[in-house]
């Protein structure tokens, strides 16, 4: 049974990786040019991005440290609007999102690039690539939305790699999708400056933000990122009303540190409430990481009493099918209100907005 629960679980994490590389167009990317946004002229036609907390200085004909904003001339262009390289309908428990609209399918897009170097990263192949690297197709921000509709997906997905480096074309599409009253959610490492993340917010209606550690030092030799800045892109998303879940890969022996995890469930309660949804995932070797061993079952469940004993409402563990910590209990009667098995979701006994069987209010978007 063991060996058929890991074969099922490696060949689930191969499968969830097919979408990468789509058969949607064989031929290169003739990236679209467009204009960026948030970018100030230096002299010498330098730039100076100023989209996310690197604010790359960068001279002409020299892209960003994300690969896909290069500068030409004198003004910044992003390379990837309109060219997604990953396009697919997931289940939304697939973000994941779990108090958001369960069972829904999310129509799902990214591009090529990203602003971190995470050396476990399940989608390397497209997070770590330049556009020209990889096939892309030409959608726009009217198609994307008019396929999402035709599909019958309430909601759109900025996914798979790091939605703010597609910053205008993501922005754009979530500003029709609103007016067609399609939901738009994010699955964001949450390394944004503030401005363009306001103004983004404006659009959202849930985000989840890999918390991917609770100390600098972890993201400074895993992720080449700041802590800080996730931190502040999480209150700002609480400030501007946007549905928040998070999630917390645990690496063995990098960042699963009993007194960590702790401080980390500590902030979320004190800055983001005990309301916040949590997603403790297991570590499955790959990318720059296959020397680790999985995540242990242990490690997972330890994390989830931790965040529980510091009154954390709803903690759920990732990646281990058929947990039953992938359902979700009422904080007040402790029933059984949302009933998952992987990505199917069962029975749920909420009714506008409230548990079935107490009238304890649930945290999410249920309608």
């Known amino acids: 049974m063991k060996k058929f629960i890991l074969a099922s679980i490696i060949l689930f994490i191969l499968l969830g990786l097919c979408f990468i590389l789509p058969s949607l167009s064989k ?44 500068n030409q001339g004198g003004r910044l262009y992003t390379l990837v609007y309109a060219r997604p390289c990953a396009v697919h309908i997931d289940p939304i428990e697939k973000k994941p999102l779990f108090h958001v609209l369960p069972g829904t399918p999310a129509f799902s897009i990214a591009t090529a690039g990203c602003n971190l170097r995470c050396k476990f990263c399940q989608n390397w192949q497209i997070s770590q690539a330049k556009p020209e690297e990889v096939e892309s197709i030409e959608l726009t921000p009217q198609d994307v939305v008019k396929q999402a509709k035709n599909s019958g997906c309430p909601v759109i997905a900025y996914t798979y790699t790091e939605p703010t480096i597609f910053y205008e074309y993501m922005l754009d599409t979530a500003k029709l999708a609103k007016l067609e009253g399609i939901k738009n959610v994010m699955h964001s490492a949450g390394h944004i400056n503030e401005e363009p993340l306001r103004q983004l917010a404006k659009f959202l209606d849930a985000a989840n933000i890999d918390l991917k550690g609770f100390n600098q030092k972890y993201y400074d030799e895993i992720c080449l990122g700041d802590l800080d800045s996730v931190l502040r892109t999480l209150k700002i998303l609480k400030q501007e009303g946007v549905h928040i879940e998070i999630t917390n890969l645990i690496l063995p022996g990098l960042n699963d540190d009993p007194q960590t995890i702790r401080q980390m469930c500590i902030w979320i309660r004190e800055n983001l409430g005990p309301d916040t949804p949590i997603h403790f995932s297991r570590f499955w070797p790959m990318y720059k990481l296959t020397q680790l061993s999985p995540t242990p079952v242990a490690t997972l469940e330890m994390a989830k009493a931790i965040a529980q004993s510091e009154g954390l409402n709803y903690c759920y563990i990732g990646n281990v099918p058929s947990h039953t910590a992938e359902n979700t209990y009422c904080p007040n009667c402790k029933r059984l209100i949302i009933q998952r098995k992987g990505y199917s979701v069962g029975s749920i006994h909420i009714r506008e907005g409230r548990c079935e069987y107490c009238g304890y209010k649930i945290k999410g978007i249920w309608k």
């Open 27 to 70: 031929t290169k990317p003739n990236p679209q040019l467009k204009e960026a946004l948030f970018y100030q002229k230096l002299a010498g036609n330098t730039v100076q991005c100023l989209l996310c907390p690197r604010r790359c200085v960068i001279p002409d004909k020299k892209r960003g440290f994300c690969g896909v904003r290069e």
